[in-house]
């Protein structure tokens, strides 16, 4: 029998998860010498390569002195957490990645915290050990205290550790002495992470991911805790409610490489993939036919933000997107709901339009964008943090915020954060830079991270993760300068535009399209303000038209998908497109919008 190791690499947005699997990828001689495979090879959608960052946990095995290797790549923000703990499941061991200067982030903690739990033996890798001002000794001190702080026994604080430059290709023991390979990292792991244990009995897989192919259907994904699986052996399929459906197998795969292979059989402690079994579930079972046991299902945490989904009504619906109807918008909800653990989905009043409920701004954003990119056109309202009840109190989810800056910006911060009712938890000094950390509730933080990055030139790095239910703060200031609202439907013009400047900020360009009621900038008082864009100027009997000053306008605001949905307001919508966002009216008409003020 082979022998296997099921590792799991944990580690905070952008501390090198990704490049650090490339690297194995490469060492293990998964491509041939001539092969040119770029960067990030297993981030491989395109929304997850424009922005860096892992969203979907992917697998892979590499082969070592004849030791089988299997990766499994997770992703480091806490809004895809329930990705995160499911993976976790199929792992004896983590590769916990630390940057050599940061240390231990929020998201660090929020993953190693669910590994310690598990039980899991950890290898600490202290990674970018060539950036300047690193500090790897201090960082491994923090990461022990972090570790202390979690409850970590005595065998997983007695972790090894490894240092290097993923970015550089070496990994090394002593950060002090560079090597000219990562093979430090994969001996660590054969070394230190222990085998899967051999379970004899019936067979025991728990789903924790799945796959989907256009000719096979969707395909489990899972560890085979215990026993053994052959093709075409007939097994029981226990739901999370305890009910059980009999299927068969039809196909096993292992992961071999970045690919799968086709296997007759497969033993305890491998990671494979299940064909042929249908009505699964994540969380569900694949048990004996005769006496099925099921495994304990995987906990998930709860939703804390929510959006409203709807059609795109606006008069440039069905331009620009292929899908637009309600039947199109629900159907892939509803195929997301299949994969996406954290997420529900809930439907109201109107036929047109779904509550949908999930991790944080990031995660939802992440479904939107997606869905553009596949042709859909919709509407999304402003994200909303879920409240709940009990015995009487109103509670609201509250984060922990971490913000590293430049000691000069410090001041500022602390009063945009704690005006958003955060409390300062620690201060401390990180070379030229300062750490802080606050405890802030889930609503102060949608629209923040703009209005940060204004206020200290760009220089924060700010990350949350959700810890738990608290009592009500009480009201958050919300953004006071009202919305610039276009009167008429028409084409922006630069000679209108240039008279309406000192009213506010454009969010448009001259030459675009807009409609009425369609949001085009910001205003600089309080209150929404309608304007005309559309004006032309008018030839007069003195002179023509074209002849005139030159029209100076400044650049407009352009926002990104998260950006705009942290900016609107509770009467306001997103118009997702798959050319443009544009930001509206829910009441296109100004005397719709009045009515509707005075009724409040």
Same mark, same amino acid.
């Given at each position: 029998?082979?022998?296997?190791?099921?590792?799991?690499?944990?580690?905070?947005?952008?501390?090198?998860?990704?490049?650090?699997?490339?690297?194995?990828?490469?060492?293990?001689?998964?491509?041939?010498?001539?092969?040119?495979?770029?960067?990030?090879?297993?981030?491989?959608?395109?929304?997850?390569?424009?922005?860096?960052?892992?969203?979907?946990?992917?697998?892979?095995?590499?082969m070592w002195n004849d030791v089988k290797i299997n990766i499994i790549d997770t992703p480091g923000h806490s809004d895809f957490g329930g990705e995160v703990e499911r993976v976790l499941n199929m792992a004896d061991g983590v590769l916990l990645l630390v940057d050599a200067f940061?240390?231990?982030?929020?998201?660090?903690?929020?993953?190693?915290?669910?590994?310690?739990?598990?039980?899991?033996?950890?290898?600490?890798?202290?990674?970018?050990?060539?950036?300047?001002?690193?500090?790897?000794?201090?960082?491994?001190?923090?990461?022990?205290?972090?570790?202390?702080?979690?409850?970590?026994?005595?065998?997983?604080?007695?972790?090894?550790?490894?240092?290097?430059?993923?970015?550089?290709?070496?990994?090394?023991?002593?950060?002090?002495?560079?090597?000219?390979?990562?093979?430090?990292?994969?001996?660590?792991?054969?070394?230190?992470?222990?085998?899967?244990?051999?379970?004899?009995?019936?067979?025991?897989?728990?789903?924790?991911?799945?796959?989907?192919?256009?000719?096979?259907?969707?395909?489990?994904?899972?560890?085979?805790?215990?026993?053994?699986?052959?093709?075409?052996?007939?097994?029981?399929?226990?739901?999370?409610?305890?009910?059980?459906?009999?299927?068969?197998?039809?196909?096993?795969?292992?992961?071999?490489?970045?690919?799968?292979?086709?296997?007759?059989?497969?033993?305890?402690?491998?990671?494979?993939?299940?064909?042929?079994?249908?009505?699964?579930?994540?969380?569900?079972?694949?048990?004996?036919?005769?006496?099925?046991?099921?495994?304990?299902?995987?906990?998930?945490?709860?939703?804390?933000?929510?959006?409203?989904?709807?059609?795109?009504?606006?008069?440039?619906?069905?331009?620009?997107?292929?899908?637009?109807?309600?039947?199109?918008?629900?159907?892939?909800?509803?195929?997301?709901?299949?994969?996406?653990?954290?997420?529900?989905?809930?439907?109201?009043?109107?036929?047109?339009?779904?509550?949908?409920?999930?991790?944080?701004?990031?995660?939802?954003?992440?479904?939107?964008?997606?869905?553009?990119?596949?042709?859909?056109?919709?509407?999304?309202?402003?994200?909303?943090?879920?409240?709940?009840?009990?015995?009487?109190?109103?509670?609201?989810?509250?984060?922990?915020?971490?913000?590293?800056?430049?000691?000069?910006?410090?001041?500022?911060?602390?009063?945009?954060?704690?005006?958003?009712?955060?409390?300062?938890?620690?201060?401390?000094?990180?070379?030229?830079?300062?750490?802080?950390?606050?405890?802030?509730?889930?609503?102060?933080?949608?629209?923040?991270?703009?209005?940060?990055?204004?206020?200290?030139?760009?220089?924060?790095?700010?990350?949350?993760?959700?810890?738990?239910?608290?009592?009500?703060?009480?009201?958050?200031?919300?953004?006071?300068?009202?919305?610039?609202?276009?009167?008429?439907?028409?084409? /922006?013009? $630069?000679?209108?535009?240039? =008279? !309406?400047?000192?009213?506010? *900020? &454009?969010?448009? #360009?001259?030459?675009?399209?807009?409609?009425?009621?369609?949001?085009?900038?910001?205003?600089?008082?309080?209150?929404?303000?309608?304007?005309?864009?559309?004006?032309?100027?008018?030839?007069?009997?003195?002179?023509? /038209?074209? $002849?005139?000053?030159?029209? =100076? !306008?400044?650049?407009?605001? *352009? &926002?990104?998908? #998260?950006?705009?949905?942290?900016?609107?307001?509770?009467?306001?919508?997103?118009?997702?497109?798959?050319?443009?966002?544009?930001?509206?009216?829910?009441?296109?008409?100004?005397?719709?919008?009045?009515?509707?003020?005075?009724?409040?």
């Amino acid at each position: 029998m082979q022998e296997i190791r099921n590792v799991a690499i944990i580690a905070h947005v952008d501390h090198g998860k990704t490049t650090l699997v490339d690297k194995m990828l490469m060492a293990g001689k998964l491509f041939k010498d001539h092969q040119d495979m770029g960067e990030l090879i297993m981030d491989n959608n395109d929304l997850e390569r424009e922005r860096g960052i892992t969203i979907l946990s992917k697998n892979v095995s590499v082969m070592w002195n004849d030791v089988k290797i299997n990766i499994i790549d997770t992703p480091g923000h806490s809004d895809f957490g329930g990705e995160v703990e499911r993976v976790l499941n199929m792992a004896d061991g983590v590769l916990l990645l630390v940057d050599a200067f940061e240390g231990p982030m929020p998201q660090t903690r929020f993953v190693l915290q669910k590994a310690i739990s598990l039980g899991l033996k950890p290898i600490v890798v202290i990674n970018k050990v060539d950036k300047p001002n690193c500090r790897p000794e201090e960082v491994h001190e923090s990461v022990f205290d972090l570790m202390f702080s979690l409850d970590a026994t005595e065998e997983q604080l007695d972790f090894p550790s490894v240092y290097g430059s993923a970015k550089e290709n070496w990994m090394s023991t002593d950060w002090k002495e560079k090597t000219d390979n990562i093979h430090a990292i994969f001996d660590a792991i054969i070394e230190h992470i222990p085998a899967p244990e051999y379970n004899k009995g019936t067979p025991q897989l728990q789903i924790t991911s799945l796959d989907h192919s256009k000719y096979l259907g969707r395909i489990a994904i899972g560890r085979l805790h215990r026993g053994e699986l052959k093709v075409n052996q007939d097994v029981s399929l226990v739901k999370r409610d305890g009910s059980i459906t009999r299927t068969r197998i039809k196909e096993l795969n292992v992961f071999d490489g970045l690919g799968r292979t086709k296997v007759e059989h497969v033993t305890c402690g491998e990671l494979c993939a299940l064909v042929g079994v249908e009505g699964f579930d994540i969380g569900d079972t694949i048990a004996d036919f005769e006496n099925p046991e099921p495994l304990e299902p995987i906990a998930i945490d709860e939703p804390t933000m929510s959006m409203l989904f709807t059609i795109n009504n606006s008069p440039f619906f069905g331009k620009e997107g292929k899908m637009v109807t309600s039947r199109h918008i629900k159907d892939r909800l509803d195929k997301e709901l299949e994969k996406n653990l954290a997420l529900r989905v809930e439907d109201t009043e109107s036929a047109d339009a779904w509550n949908v409920y999930g991790r944080g701004v990031l995660h939802l954003s992440v479904l939107i964008e997606t869905m553009r990119r596949e042709g859909y056109e919709l509407q999304v309202g402003q994200p909303r943090v879920i409240i709940k009840e009990e015995l009487g109190e109103k509670l609201e989810p509250v984060e922990d915020l971490t913000i590293d800056l430049p000691e000069e910006h410090s001041g500022k911060a602390i009063e945009m954060v704690t005006q958003r009712k955060g409390e300062l938890k620690t201060m401390e000094k990180k070379g030229e830079r300062v750490h802080l950390e606050f405890n802030i509730p889930s609503r102060g933080i949608i629209g923040l991270r703009s209005n940060m990055l204004t206020a200290t030139q760009g220089e924060a790095i700010m990350a949350h993760r959700f810890i738990e239910f608290q009592p009500w703060k009480g009201p958050i200031e919300k953004r006071i300068n009202g919305s610039l609202i276009v009167i008429e439907s028409g084409t /922006s013009i $630069a000679y209108g535009m240039d =008279k !309406l400047q000192d009213r506010g *900020k &454009f969010f448009i #360009e001259p030459g675009e399209d807009v409609y009425m009621g369609q949001v085009v900038g910001e205003n600089n008082r309080e209150g929404d303000l309608t304007i005309n864009v559309t004006k032309a100027k008018k030839m007069s009997n003195m002179r023509s /038209s074209g $002849a005139d000053d030159k029209v =100076k !306008l400044a650049p407009p605001i *352009k &926002f990104t998908l #998260e950006e705009a949905l942290e900016y609107i307001q509770g009467d306001e919508y997103v118009e997702v497109t798959p050319k443009s966002i544009r930001l509206r009216k829910i009441l296109l008409l100004e005397h719709e919008r009045k009515r509707a003020s005075k009724q409040e």
